[in-house]
């Protein structure tokens, strides 16, 4: 469907409360494939975000920025004629379900932010940030996406991931690799951790229940999802045992169960 512009991926399954499901840096709405028949009692609806899998991937950068996506976010709420949801993101999905309740917080029932942040705190940081960020998007320009997904998937924030049936890191891999160059870099560009805005003044301004979840061997993110659960009026934090980044992708039962007690607890 388009969005202010852009030709958006949007599947929908189930019916029930809205969950709107936002997956991460080189992700899809595949990302939520082996999740479906747990929320089978939820309206489903998982985008591609821009730059990534079925979704355009414009030349423009100021396209990708926090401001236009989320922008896109509530688009696609009307168009579905959907009042206020329940928004669950991962990693750079979660930095924008924060940045969609920070906006729209009057289209929001509840937030799930699986590995996520706010942003960086300080003008250095975020500076520093972009410039990494900038180096890694020209590097993809360059070398590809094959060899921008060699470099990604050896990340220690991944090294968990090693440990997965081979069937499923194929399949996250598979994954990462449906993208383009542009869009990668774009996103890299548009909305990264270095370039959006810093959240982290403005938690208190989430009224809405908030659920933080991290996983036990992902430290950086366990201490940010801290930071942030002493910050937010209405949060519930969650360390999920044996797991690192990707939650949903190692233990996917006890994620869907998490989410599902929330969303049903009204
Ligand atoms: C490596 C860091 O930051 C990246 C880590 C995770 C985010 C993400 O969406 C990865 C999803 C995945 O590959 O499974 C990504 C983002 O938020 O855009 C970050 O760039 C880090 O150490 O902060």
């Not at 972009?130 to 360059?142: H, P």
């Not at 990668?184 to 548009?190: C, E, F, T, W």
Request: proline share 5%.
């Amino acid at each position: 469907m388009e969005l202010n512009g852009i030709r958006y991926h949007v599947e929908q399954y189930g019916e029930g409360e809205p969950l709107l499901l936002l997956h991460g840096f080189t992700g899809s709405a595949d990302t939520w494939r082996p999740l479906l028949r747990s929320w089978g009692d939820f309206r489903l609806i998982a985008v591609d975000l821009i730059g990534h899998g079925r979704t355009e991937a414009p030349k423009s950068v100021e396209r990708y920025q926090m401001k236009q996506a989320a922008a896109d976010l509530a688009a696609l709420l009307d168009a579905l004629r959907i009042e206020k949801a329940n928004v669950l993101g991962y990693s750079m999905g979660g930095r924008l379900a924060l940045s969609f309740a920070i906006w729209y917080p009057h289209r929001l029932r509840r937030l799930v932010l699986e590995s996520s942040s706010p942003g960086l705190k300080t003008e250095a940081e975020r500076r520093a940030r972009q410039e990494a960020d900038e180096a890694l998007a020209q590097m993809i320009e360059r070398n590809g996406v094959r060899a921008f997904v060699d470099y990604w998937e050896q990340l220690p924030l991944f090294a968990t991931q090693k440990k997965l049936p081979k069937p499923v890191q194929d399949a996250i891999r598979r994954e990462r690799l449906r993208h383009t160059e542009r869009g990668l870099a774009n996103s890299l560009r548009g909305m990264g951790t270095g370039v959006q805005p810093s959240w982290w003044d403005r938690l208190g301004e989430v009224k809405v229940p908030v659920l933080l979840l991290c996983g036990e061997y992902d430290e950086k993110f366990c201490r940010i999802a801290a930071d942030m659960h002493e910050r937010l009026p209405n949060s519930e934090l969650v360390c999920v045992q044996k797991v690192g980044h990707a939650i949903h992708v190692e233990q996917p039962g006890i994620f869907a169960k998490i989410v599902s007690e929330l969303i049903k607890r009204g």
